[in-house]
């Protein structure tokens, strides 16, 4: 691992998180971070729905089936794309889109000692179903995960899961 | 800015390129880094081939519109998905693997004094095609995007492209 990359290396998913709140100064350098992400003909087709009412991020963990965390944690986003203003309206690049800002926000709140997990949700229909109804989401938006963010209980080891046999030199 | 997150922010797309070749050890570095990323079920459902042959580079760069800096690029990845590895084979769950791991490489490049641009190639199908047949590619191995990598000609500034209309507070 180059240490130079220790900042990529070093992001876990973090699923345990102390009582702390995360301030809302912090939540909006993650969002910063997160549309500094490249997009498909700069359309920036994402949406951050932030979440720190207790009440609201025990109601969404009622709808992940993975996201009990979101018991424990003090805040979290619901990462949504609008299909509309995505590249040729296509879904695949805004898939591509979002989750690019995904994983700079990932990397963000290591960065910043936060810890945080990345949730699922699209292309489960019910899981969607359920944001689009918490939320009373407008057609064409449409919500594609959500992440988990608080101080971390946790520390997981940095690590590599670098595997030779996804690798092809000049051919496949 | 939260300057700590510079490494983000100072990411931007470099289409202008030296001569100078990009070593296998540098390149190795940034798929470690991408490989690094988040997966759905750490499915892992990534491929790279790995490109610093100028035919090869030369001949990528007709299939993609927009790849014309292949010609100067010293390197490129092409980055494609094995969607039966993908979790419960979802093309969602693919897009969304590849696309954090693609932004991994871009931020780690960018760390390493390189300079890469994300090309697409999903959802277009023929460029898809085009790589395809290119690389004579198996059966349920999906070409998402090509990355062209090289040392710098430009250093454009750091930038945020924050909108606080992206951001919504407890509801839409």
Redesign the interface.
Known sequence: ??H??D???S?R?IRKYSKKEVSHTLL??L???G????S?VAR?P????????RE?LDKLATILPHGKMLHQSTAAFVVCGDINRA?DK????M??????A???I???AN??DLGAC?L?V??RQERMDGIIKM????EG?IP??AIAIGWPAEKPEA?????SE???????
Chains 1, 2 share one sequence.
């Open positions: 691992m180059n130079k990359l900042y990529i290396f992001r998913s909006t350098d969002l910063e971070a549309m500094a992400a490249p498909a920036d994402w949406h951050f729905i932030v979440l720190r009412e609201n590249h296509k879904e695949s690049y898939l591509q889109d979002l989750s690019a995904v994983e700079n990932l990397l963000a960065t910043l990345w699922g699209h292309p939320f009373n989401l407008p938006i594609m995960c690590r590599t899961r670098f595997r996804c690798v092809h030199i000049e051919q496949w």
